[in-house]
């Protein structure tokens, strides 16, 4: 069973860091384009950063240089360091798993996302 647990949210002031973590069970994570979704209330969910397998990364325009999405494979973990927060960056923010289709457990897979608010 795949399963995607996040932690490390919270309430910051403006200009303060957090580091959200995702820890994946069921055998993908290696596989596996891992990514940070995030919404605020209102708005779509958007795509905050991805990391490939292979590790190469995507940042969404807005976060470039302030956020650093990483990962460790031999804890099967994902980390999304966020320093100089916004309040714009207020959101739940939620951890994917996209498994490539040669997998037999190809697809999406979410977390239960994690609240992130930043103060001003």
């Known amino acids: 069973q795949v399963q995607l647990v996040e932690s490390g949210g919270g309430l910051v002031q403006a200009g303060g860091s957090l580091r959200l973590s995702c820890v994946v069970s069921?055998?993908?994570?290696?596989?596996?384009?891992m990514g940070w979704y995030r919404q605020a209330p209102g708005k779509q969910r958007e795509l905050v950063a991805s990391?490939?397998?292979?590790?190469?990364?995507n940042y969404e325009d807005s976060v470039q240089g302030r956020f650093t999405i990483s990962r460790d494979n031999a804890k099967s973990t994902v980390y999304l360091q966020m320093s100089n927060l916004k309040p714009e960056d207020t959101a739940v923010y939620y951890c994917?798993?996209?498994?490539?289709?040669?997998?037999?457990?190809?697809?999406?897979?979410w977390g239960q996302g994690t609240q992130v608010t930043v103060s001003s």
């Open positions: 994917n798993a996209d498994v490539p289709r040669a997998s037999v457990l190809r697809g999406q897979y």
């Open positions: 990391i490939s397998a292979g590790s190469s990364t």
């Open positions: 069921g055998r993908i994570f290696l596989i596996s384009t």
